[in-house]
């Protein structure tokens, strides 16, 4: 139902926010702070095992040349694993994470954000060949993992859609 589709949509775009800092006390990091703003429950929140929700970050230098990127999609439509993502993980009661959640034992990560809380994730960018940066951070959101559909549905019969909560660019000096 496209009115069902739309709210969900709506409601994920007003669930968060987005700020970056460049900590000069801490040459060569930049914070991301991703803040759980209107969702009122834990994001992401349901089938936190299957939801994907991940941060996309490209830092540029004054040249125009990426110096840090991550959690851009490949061209199949996958996360690539260094993504910061923020999801749950189950074990087998092993340490071995299960995607069949009928398999679960123990939870191996939870790393979600509460209700008006925020997390902080801190990017390393190298400290030389620039004085300005320009930081591009967005907070994406898809309801399963596109290589699991392809896996029942066949390789790109079917495009999961990405929607963007929240995004901010910033311009960063050195000095």
Known sequence: DKIKSKMAEDRLKNAASISVNYNKTRPGQIDVQIKNTGAGHYLPTGLTH???MWLEIVVRDEQG???YSSGSLNK???IPEEALIFNTVF???KGNPVSNIA???EVLSDKRIPP???ITETVKVPQKGWKHLKVHV??????APQKALDTIMGRGK?????IEMAKIEKNIAKE
Not at 138 to 143: D, G, T
């Open 65 to 67: 040349k990426t110096v």
């Open 138 to 143: 967005k907070l994406l959101y898809r309801s």
């Open 158 to 162: 079917v495009q999961l859609p990405v």
């Open 50 to 52: 299957v939801r994907q």
């Open 91 to 93: 074990g087998d009661g």
């Open 103 to 105: 398999k679960a034992r």
């Open 116 to 118: 008006l809380e925020s």
């Open 76 to 78: 199949d439509g996958y």
